[in-house]
């Protein structure tokens, strides 16, 4: 098993940039493909991106090319970089450990609030 906390959420104007951390315990971190997932009221949860132990990424279509996942192994963390961010982005934003690329995992964090105002 793996827990894992997010942090980083908050209040920022359109246009501007937030970094979200997980930080990830409780087992070999290497070994899970990790996620980014939000949901806006009213939504269901989506897929912002995810990333393989060894690098490989793949990002949903409305935020390709703004946001940026990434992860250090070594301190057992992912990382989401949004930039030029759209008051659509408004949601909470949740962290995913699983074990395919394509498909969401089992492991979830309790989320953290992002919140862009126009």
């Known amino acids: 098993q793996v827990q894992l906390v997010e942090s980083g959420g908050g209040l920022v104007q359109a246009g501007g940039s937030l970094r979200l951390s997980c930080a990830a315990s409780g087992s070999t971190f290497s070994n899970y493909v990790m996620g980014w997932y939000r949901q806006a009221p009213g939504n269901e949860r989506e897929a912002v991106a995810r990333i393989t132990g060894g690098g490989s990424t793949i990002y949903g279509k409305s935020v390709k090319g703004r946001f940026t996942i990434a992860r250090d192994n070594a301190e057992n963390t992912v990382y989401l970089q949004m930039n030029n961010l759209k008051p659509e982005d408004t949601a909470v934003y949740y962290c995913?450990?699983?074990?395919?690329?394509?498909?969401?995992?089992?492991?979830w964090g309790q989320g953290t609030q992002v919140t862009v105002s126009s």
């Open positions: 995913n450990a699983g074990s395919s690329l394509y498909t969401r995992g089992a492991y």
